[in-house]
């Protein structure tokens, strides 16, 4: 098949847009719900360099909503499994998959600075706070997604400056939780993120908890994390498609 699956991008955003697609370096932080179909929107837009970082394995809880997860791929390591998808699409892409947490101990091992984009698909309060005062003090362009759990109306998702965030529990801890610590993010960065917060109706979602972060376990829908990752992605596409007709910024 080659490139030609890239025809009807190239239509559209021309060819030193496409060309430039395929030279950006992203990584993508968190591989689950929202990350999972946010890789696949990049890799089907014609970004050639991502790198996948994500320290679980597949597991049948996974099935409803992320991407590679399949009953014949309960038990493989995410990051893994999900190289093996996109290489399907686009065979000749560099994707590096890390198996490994993003925390405060193991940040330097990532060499962002060596990036284009960082994108964030965490769930931690904790590590997505760490990688977003990281990844916003260097030269990448940092998007991030709040949360994607607790919603069924698609019609709200949208986009918007970290600090201009409402209604959307995730936002409102990590902008505490900067206060608190008296700690900034180098610049500002938009956001995906949903107003709506409905409550869990199963009886066992309200029990279970993650014991290694210490946070409740709430439901999630595939067709809310997918508009996350899919939105998530086309930041990424709209911000080089525009640098590159604009470069000087006045597009």
């Known amino acids: 098949m080659g490139n030609a699956f890239l025809n009807r991008t190239e239509l559209l955003v021309g060819a030193d847009v496409l060309a430039r697609l395929g030279q950006v370096r992203v990584i993508l932080f968190g591989c689950g719900g929202v990350g999972s179909w946010c890789a696949e929107g990049l890799v089907r837009s014609g970004i050639r360099h991502l790198t996948l970082v994500d320290p679980d394995r597949v597991s049948e809880s996974n099935v409803n909503r992320q991407l590679m997860a399949l009953p014949g791929t309960v038990g493989q390591i995410k990051v893994e499994a999900l190289r093996e998808r996109l290489l399907q699409i686009a065979p000749d892409a560099g994707i590096i998959p890390l198996q490994k947490s993003f925390n405060a101990e193991t940040a330097d091992s990532f060499g962002l600075e060596g990036y284009d984009y960082i994108l964030d698909a965490i769930d931690s309060l904790k590590d997505k706070g760490e990688l977003i005062l990281r990844g916003t003090r260097t030269p990448a362009v940092f998007f991030s997604a709040m949360g994607a759990a607790l919603k069924v109306d698609p019609t709200q998702v949208r986009v918007a400056e970290f600090w201009?965030?409402?209604?959307?529990?995730?936002?409102?801890?990590?902008?505490?939780?900067?206060?608190?610590?008296?700690?900034?993010?180098?610049?500002?960065?938009?956001?995906?993120?949903?107003?709506?917060?409905?409550?869990?109706?199963?009886?066992?979602?309200?029990?279970?908890?993650?014991?290694?972060?210490?946070?409740?376990?709430?439901?999630?829908?595939?067709?809310?994390?997918?508009?996350?990752?899919?939105?998530?992605?086309?930041?990424?596409?709209?911000?080089?498609?525009?640098?590159?007709?604009?470069?000087?910024?006045?597009?």
Request: glycine share 10%; hydrophobic share 40%.
């Open 164 to 251: 201009n965030v409402r209604g959307c529990p995730l936002g409102a801890a990590l902008r505490k939780k900067f206060k608190q610590n008296h700690t900034w993010p180098g610049h500002k960065f938009r956001c995906v993120y949903d107003e709506e917060v409905l409550p869990n109706r199963g009886e066992e979602a309200l029990v279970e908890t993650d014991l290694f972060n210490k946070a409740q376990i709430n439901g999630s829908l595939v067709h809310i994390t997918a508009i996350f990752g899919m939105t998530l992605a086309g930041l990424v596409i709209q911000d080089v498609y525009q640098k590159t007709l604009a470069p000087d910024g006045n597009a």
